[in-house]
């Protein structure tokens, strides 16, 4: 939930959100949340027909769709058709979530009270937000930044001059210099020559034993999460953008990038600066070879490499018939 973070209007109707469509059934909004995690009470989107199945199988109480897409919709939901998907979830999110469209500065932020961080060590300068929680025996390198109601677990080692926020953290976990966790992602609709701001309210959760090297930027999910599961490694230098999933056990190798709401599998080995699409599934045990480009979904126990990623087997017999 995004609550922690974000806070909504204290009550918010689907009628006023919506006071030129027709509602069916109205409600009070709890939240906006994605197909599969939306419940009767939560407002969800749909904009692509690649995720028609999870569209059926919705029970959120309403949702946001196109003319096209509105047969794959199941009858429980209140369907509210519109042009422009996206533009439409960006202007009622900002109704809800006021201030989720830009990273304000978190203006509480002071000096740890170490009667409260007890078994915590702080090097010099750090600064904490409201409500923050630092698990026994941590650390938190100098110059670093934990903002307001973040959570983060026991024996975590934290470098110097990292900004974290809107996140949640597991135990034992590792996050080196100057790696910047929970900041919104880059999301806009560009309309009539005007770029609309799309809300992130999702978060970042990080599992145990995660290692995050330096200069890694992690952003959190607009709608869902952004999720790094247990025992995964990052290099120097990836970018992780919002709503994407890894797996546990991966391991990520240095300036490797992935586009938004990606889902990464568990097992997963990634070599330097291969790059992944945007909502794409790549399954678990996969190899994916350095400086490749993946453009679409790999099924399980897949070696891939090249640009578009291709299986290793054709990969190399591309490049003997180029060497001939």
């Known amino acids: 939930m995004s609550s922690i973070f974000f806070f909504k209007k204290k009550r918010v109707n689907l009628k006023s959100l919506f006071p030129k ?6 409600f009070v909004v709890n939240d906006v949340r994605g197909l599969d995690t939306a419940k009767k009470n939560d407002l969800t989107f749909f904009d692509k027909s690649k995720y028609s199945i ?20 199941n009858k429980k939901t209140n369907i509210i058709i519109v042009k422009n998907v996206l533009l439409e979830l960006a ?10 469209d830009i990273d304000y500065p978190d203006l509480s932020l002071q000096k740890p ?17 409201k409500n923050v929680k630092i698990g026994k025996n941590s650390l938190i390198g100098s110059h670093s930044i934990i903002e307001s109601n973040t959570i983060i677990g026991k024996n975590c080692i934290v470098g110097s001059g990292v900004i974290i926020k809107n996140s949640i953290i597991g135990n034992d976990v590792v996050i080196q210099d100057n790696c910047k966790v929970g ?3 880059f999301g806009f609709i560009p309309v009539n020559g005007k770029n609309i701001k799309f809300p992130h309210i999702g978060k970042v959760i990080i599992e145990d034993q995660v290692e995050i090297a330096s200069g890694c930027t992690i952003d959190r999910g607009s709608i869902d999460d952004t999720i790094i599961g247990k025992n995964t490694y990052l290099d120097n230098q990836v970018h992780v953008a919002h709503n994407v999933q890894i797996g546990s056990n991966c391991m990520i190798a240095g300036q490797v990038g992935f586009a938004g709401s990606s889902k990464i599998g568990n097992n997963v080995s990634i070599g330097g600066q291969a790059g992944v699409s945007g909502h794409l599934k790549i399954g678990n045990n996969v190899k994916i070879g350095g400086g490749s480009g993946v453009v679409k979904d790999i099924q399980d126990n897949e070696m891939v490499m090249g640009y578009p990623a291709i299986p290793i087997k054709d990969f190399i017999k591309k490049n003997k018939k180029n060497e001939h």
């Not at 999870?54 to 919709?73: M, P, S």
């Not at 202007?91 to 989720?100: C, P, R």
């Open 91 to 100: 202007i009622v999110l900002k109704k809800i979530y006021s201030f989720a």
């Open 21 to 26: 469509n027709k509602i069916i059934k109205d």
């Open 183 to 185: 900041q919104k992602g």
């Open 113 to 129: 009270n170490l009667k409260k961080y007890k078994t915590v060590k702080f090097g010099n300068n750090v600064l904490v937000g």
């Open 54 to 73: 999870e569209a059926y199988k919705t029970n959120a109480g309403a949702c946001i769709t196109t003319e096209k897409l509105v047969k794959h919709l």
